[in-house]
T-cell receptor, first 114, second 115 residues
Framework: DTEVTQTPKHLVMGMTNKKSLKCEQH?????MYWYKQKAKKPPELMFV???????INESVPSRFSPECPNSSLLNLHLHALQPEDSALYLC?????????????FGDGTRLSIL | AQKITQTQPGMFVQEKEAVTLDCTYD???????LFWYKQPSSGEMIFLIY??????QNATEGRYSLNFQKARKSANLVISASQLGDSAMYFC????????????FGAGTRLFVKA
């Protein structure tokens, strides 16, 4: 069992829908991340939160909106997505953003845009 | 230029044998960390092992060991006594002290363990 919990595991939505992905960790980690992963490719960083503040936005389109309500929770709000946004979305956390800290990943949400 | 290079798109290994997955990296930062992650077909990314740039000894975690050759800028993963459950995608990754909180992933190596 992973210590980072992501819900839902699968999501199918239309291009006009609004949905949210949720991520929760109880390891006391102060850094949390969202990644997008296409099939047979490595994960691509989308956002980094450090101590609940957005530290990195990798030029992600505004139809993806992250939110960090507290140190344990990370959300990704989705609106008006495109078919090319279909992918596996991975949440991760680490003790902090130091270079020597491994990231712990959730199981991911498989997102399909119709 | 790619910062993490994994030259083996796919590898086969017989069950119970050892296998080495190659990884080379490129950085001018003296402070960095190297990581290996396993991703089964179900999707979750599992942290396996870490090697710091200042570590004198190779990292080991159970059946996993990291062959760290700093001068050659290589950080190969060695899996001993392969098991069927080791079949997965393996990613080598690096974080630099001046890297702005980012993890750089290699393209991955797909490992197939044969019974």
């Amino acid at each position: 069992d992973t210590e980072v919990t992501q819900t839902p595991k699968h999501l199918v939505m239309g291009m006009t829908n609004k949905k949210s992905l949720k991520c929760e960790q109880h390891m006391g980690h102060r850094a949390m991340y969202w990644y997008k992963q296409k099939a047979k490719k490595p994960p691509e960083l989308m956002f980094v939160y450090s101590y609940e503040k957005l530290s990195i936005n990798e030029s992600v389109p505004s139809r993806f909106s992250p939110e960090c309500p507290n140190s344990s929770l990370l959300n990704l709000h989705l609106h008006a997505l495109q078919p090319e946004d279909s992918a596996l979305y991975l949440c991760a956390s680490s003790q902090d953003v130091s270079f020597n800290q491994p990231q712990h990943f959730g199981d991911g949400t498989r997102l399909s845009i119709l | 230029a790619q910062k993490i290079t994994q030259t083996q798109p796919g590898m086969f290994v017989q069950e119970k044998e050892a296998v080495t997955l190659d990884c080379t990296y490129d950085t001018s930062d003296p402070s960095y960390g190297l990581f290996w992650y396993k991703q089964p077909s179900s999707g979750e990314m599992i942290f396996l092992i870490y090697q710091g740039s200042y570590d004198q000894q190779n990292a080991t975690e159970g059946r996993y060991s990291l062959n760290f050759q700093k001068a050659r800028k290589s950080a190969n993963l060695v899996i001993s006594a392969s098991q069927l459950g080791d079949s997965a995608m393996y990613f080598c990754a690096m974080r630099e002290n001046t890297g702005g909180f980012k993890t750089i992933f290699g393209a991955g190596t797909r490992l197939f363990v044969k019974a």
